[in-house]
């Protein structure tokens, strides 16, 4: 799908409740799925990526009801899936098939996980290495590295298992598939990641040590059925901060997001670059903190961005890019290898569409360098099938001179289904 995106026709102002939290919608629903009893999850993310989650695990024998209000998953404890008669589709979805694969290594029945071209490209080793140290039977191609991955699993043993990335994926799949194995199983990661599957976990009952760059599950544990209220995504708000932040006279309230520390990178580099936000309500919400945020128009500069921020705002790089555009000065973003591996090579997708617009951007081998501001002045652009790409480039529209065509903005559903409506209803009218 292709969208002629307009320059904004003046400020955005007005309120917005972004959409549910991606990763804690993929975490709720699996964790149900593998818990005793009934779950109701509310404020479900619907994007493409969690649906995928959700039809793989009614593949794997589990009953799940959308109301269109809630979803009710009736778990079938961790031992009660039931092997697929079909290979399970992940679609686009990393988090899938990566989360997944910790639960089935602890299934003694065999699956096979694939899913787009994007997926086929992304490296799973990180991920099926440590799970065949803890006895899984896994093959894919490049041995386990590529989709389509074939999983027997069952007999685990525990590890303590020194992550070379700081990635909750990697951290989430191996203490899954610690609950299957005897004894303690132990991540500790470079810098801490994200950790909505410790909180969850607990919110699940089962205990986690939840440390200040490792993590710790028991053995045999077991999960039982709750009710899970999903925050909205820090990174789908990133998008309309951004809007604010490079729009003159902007003032957008964005509701409901979640803050969690090893997601809330973003806020730390708005101070930085001089953004005007502000905390309206602080709350917890199923066992993560959320608050309204704020945001209104001011001068922007440029900053360095590295080390232990990166995973704290991996998936905000493009928005923050696209800001940096417009700020006085250098940005420069390093440490920052990890962005080669999401749904593009972020690296290059953000600088060559950023630079297609007129922006003043380089990349590097672990990051990028910007140079604001500069004016964008219209064009084309693509979203080459990444939903944060495609957001990127529709806001690059509203702060250029003239209008941009992105091509392939369908992909935009896989995180903020509503991201034009919501966009449109912050404009004048
Ligand atoms: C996610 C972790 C991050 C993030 C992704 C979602 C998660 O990936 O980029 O969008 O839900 O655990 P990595 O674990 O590869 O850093």
Redesign the pocket.
């Known amino acids: 799908m292709q969208k002629n995106v307009q320059p904004a026709s003046g400020p955005f102002k007005g309120e917005v409740v972004v959409p549910g939290d ?3 919608s ?2 709720a629903v699996l964790f149900a799925s593998i818990a005793e009893g009934e779950s109701v999850i509310r404020g479900f993310l619907r994007g493409q990526d969690c649906l995928s989650t959700m039809h793989c695990m009614r593949l794997l024998g589990v009953e799940i009801e959308d109301s269109g209000q809630e979803i009710r998953v009736k778990g079938n404890g961790k031992y009660g899936l039931t092997e697929p008669r079909e290979l399970l589709d992940v679609g686009n979805s ?2 899938t098939i ?2 997944l694969s910790g639960i089935l290594a602890g299934q003694p029945f065999s699956s096979v996980l694939a899913g787009d071209q994007s997926i086929a490209r992304r490296p799973m080793r ?1 991920v099926t290495g440590p799970l065949k140290m803890m006895n899984a039977q896994i093959d894919g191609r490049e041995y386990g590295n590529y989709t389509p991955i074939s999983i027997r699993g069952g007999g685990l043993q525990a590890i303590h298992y020194l992550s070379p ?8 799949a191996i203490l899954l598939a610690g609950l299957y194995a005897e004894g303690k199983t132990t991540v500790s990661e470079p810098f801490k ?2 950790d ?2 410790e909180r969850m976990l607990e919110t699940f009952g089962v205990s986690v040590e939840n440390g200040p760059d490792y993590a710790v599950v028991e053995g045999g544990s077991t999960l039982k059925g709750t009710n899970v209220d999903v925050p909205g995504d820090i ?1 789908s708000a990133a998008f309309m901060f951004t809007a604010a932040a490079i729009i003159k006279d902007s003032d957008i309230l964005v509701k409901n997001v979640g803050i969690n520390p090893t997601r809330a990178g973003i806020l730390d580099v708005m101070t930085r670059m001089g953004v005007n936000w502000t905390m309206e309500r602080e709350y917890h919400l199923g066992g993560e903190p959320v608050a309204d945020i704020r945001v209104r128009y001011a001068p922007l500069k440029g900053c360095t961005i590295d080390g232990a921020d990166i ?1 704290r705002l ?2 905000e790089i493009p928005a923050i890019a696209l800001l940096a555009t417009q700020a006085e000065g250098t940005t420069i973003i390093k440490d920052a290898q ?1 962005l080669k ?3 593009t090579n972020r690296i290059d997708t953000v600088v060559n569409q950023l630079n297609a617009l007129g922006a003043d951007c380089r990349a590097t081998e672990d990051g990028m360098i910007i140079e604001g501001p500069v004016t964008l002045t219209g064009g084309r652009a693509d979203s080459f099938h990444d939903h944060r790409i495609g957001m990127t480039m529709a806001l690059a529209a509203a702060a250029s001179t003239a209008p941009v065509l992105v091509n392939g903005t369908e992909a935009i559903d896989v ?1 903020y289904p509503g991201f034009f409506d919501d966009l449109t209803s912050l404009e004048p009218s």
């Open positions: 991606k990763s804690i993929h975490r990393g988090t990566r989360l990180r990335v700081a990635s909750a994926q990697v951290k989430s990641s994200r909505h599957t990174s995973p991996i998936d990890e591996v999401k749904e995180s």
